[in-house]
């Protein structure tokens, strides 16, 4: 028979009221008693009834988290981060994955399933800024990524513009004046890749540098597998260039790949930056320099701001709040860095 509530209250010479005062992560209990209880739960194996927790409190102890694309590289280490993050605070994660499909994406935000969670963690792709309206919804919702702006949500999110023109700013720094960009999106403005892009411009007008529209290279996805194709077809053009910016990592090692093939050394001839700063990015030979967007700040305060709403009444709901996390720049030998 699985213990009961009533064998841990009976162990640890408790009320069945501390007990569930503890289990609920209580404030106001004496550590001794909430160690005696917890080492009654520890030895009998205790497993609280989730169901009936549910029902007495309305909260489930679970979130969810909504991303586009697992088989990206920094969505699956996104969602290993607030995995972690989400265990650090008690909390259990469902991760839905939606395809980057803007009906799924909206299915995702109507579905009952929401019923299950206390809130959702929600990364759209296929909707965009026109969609900011339907992120109103009627349970706790932070957004995350760089499709819609200004809605009625919280919203985390990186500096995408600003780490653009940093890393547009390292690469001038050592000496590099033709810097190519791969993964450009045609037509982005609102999105990863066109703000990006604009950091980009923006450090090269600042270093009085012409903007060469020959230097990019355009994708529709960001795989390792379109990195190298935009590479293949940069070097046919015969458009010279002495460093690329990938706007993200598995975009700059394709196209870093490509260019070894070709017999062009990295970083000698050409200087190579990602973003994102995946954990691969240091295995890679060269290694990578790379911007690290604040994955784990992102990850934490996603999760704090969250909880935060999920445990404030609904009449006592304030603003909607944009956080931006911080960057940094990863030095290594892609660059001609040691690091």
């Known amino acids: ?155 985390v999110t990186m500096q995408n513009v600003e780490a653009g023109r940093a890393a547009t700013e390292y690469l001038l720094g050592i000496g590099r004046r033709r810097i190519a960009v791969v993964g450009a999106h045609k037509g ?23 903007f060469d529209p020959a230097l990019l290279a355009y994708t529709d996805l960001w795989h390792r597998g379109d990195g190298a194709t935009a590479m293949r077809a940069l070097l046919a053009s015969g458009v010279p260039f002495d460093a690329v910016f990938g706007l993200n990592d598995t975009l700059a090692l394709g196209a870093m790949r490509v260019m070894q093939e070709a017999g062009i050394s990295v970083p000698r001839d050409v200087a190579v930056i990602g973003f994102d700063n995946l954990d691969e990015a240091q295995y890679s030979l060269p290694s990578l320099t790379t911007i690290d967007p604040g994955r784990v700040q992102i990850a934490d305060t996603a999760v704090d701001m969250l909880i935060e709403r999920i445990g404030r009444p609904d009449g006592e709901q304030e603003p909607p709040r944009e956080i931006l996390a911080d960057y940094s720049i990863i030095e290594r030998e892609s660059t001609g860095s040691k690091a």
């Open 1 to 155: 028979m699985a213990a009961t509530l009533h064998d841990v209250a009976r162990l640890a010479d408790v009320s069945i009221k501390t007990v569930s005062n503890v289990i609920n992560d209580y404030p106001h209990i004496r550590p001794a008693t909430r160690q005696r209880v917890e080492a009654a739960i520890a030895q009998l194996g205790y497993q609280p009834n989730l169901s009936a927790r549910s029902l007495r409190s309305g909260r489930t102890g679970v979130i969810g988290l909504a991303l586009p694309e697992l088989s990206l590289s920094y969505f699956a280490e996104l969602a290993d981060t607030v995995i972690a993050a989400a265990e650090r605070r008690g909390l259990t994660v469902l991760i839905e994955h939606t395809g980057g499909d803007r009906d799924r994406e909206i299915e995702v935000l109507r579905s009952p399933r929401r019923k299950l969670t206390d809130g959702l963690l929600f990364s759209p792709l296929g909707l965009g800024q026109d969609d900011v309206e339907l992120t109103s919804v009627p349970y706790p919702l932070v957004l995350l990524g760089e499709r819609i702006f200004g809605g009625p949500a919280d919203h």
């Open 188 to 210: 982005e403005v609102i999105g990863s890749a066109g703000l990006r892009l604009r950091g980009y411009r923006e450090a090269l007008d600042a270093a009085g540098i012409p």
